[in-house]
């Protein structure tokens, strides 16, 4: 349809990325038994081979042009970007690093989230007040995991999405690609 704006055709790649995926699983299972044979069925690997070629080449002819061509609006995702709860999964790892177990860990944070809906607001709005009510693990260390910007902060494992190992990333991947620096 003409109106539609829709980036389809990423959700495409991520469809054809499956098709790869189960040529690489098709491989493995004929290579299993190599050693047992004339090795004659290595006449299937081609199909799975050939096609997955085709496939990433096809792909890849279309997201270079698609990803440059992308445009976000900052300011709109900066406004919105404190509703909903990107922040959870940070306060989950807060009450992990205190000793909670993950189990109990998701469902203190699917209460607070619950707490959130029926006050229509983010987590960070809470008041620590609130926030003990929950969990008595729960202290002003918390507001420094909470909002959109502190959650992304606190993601510092190798290839998280924290800001610091992100940008380590596209550092890293524009010098061997030799397009330049951040």
Not at 77 to 95: H, K, Q, S, V, W
Not at 159 to 173: A, I
């Amino acid at each position: 349809m003409p109106q539609k704006k829709n980036p389809d055709v990423l959700e495409l790649i991520r469809g054809k990325s499956a098709r790869v995926v189960g040529a690489v699983q098709q491989l493995f299972v004929l290579l299993k038994g190599l050693p047992l044979a004339y090795n004659r069925d290595l006449q299937e690997d081609k199909i799975a081979i050939f096609d997955s070629i085709d496939t990433v080449k096809a792909c890849l002819g279309l997201a270079p042009a698609i990803v440059a061509n992308a445009s976000l609006n900052k300011e709109r995702i900066a406004n919105r970007i404190n509703e909903g709860f990107l922040d959870a999964t940070a306060l989950m790892e807060y009450l992990i690093k205190r000793g909670v177990p993950m189990r109990t860990g998701h469902e203190i944070v699917g209460r607070v989230v619950a707490m959130c809906e029926e006050e229509n607001c983010s987590i960070n709005e809470f008041g620590l007040d609130e926030l003990a009510q929950v969990s008595d693990l729960i202290d002003e260390g918390v507001y420094e995991v909470l909002g959109a910007q502190n959650a992304m902060n606190a993601l510092t494992s190798y290839g998280s999405g924290g800001t610091t190992r992100v940008k380590e990333q596209l550092q890293t991947w524009k010098q061997r690609l030799g397009i330049g620096q951040l």
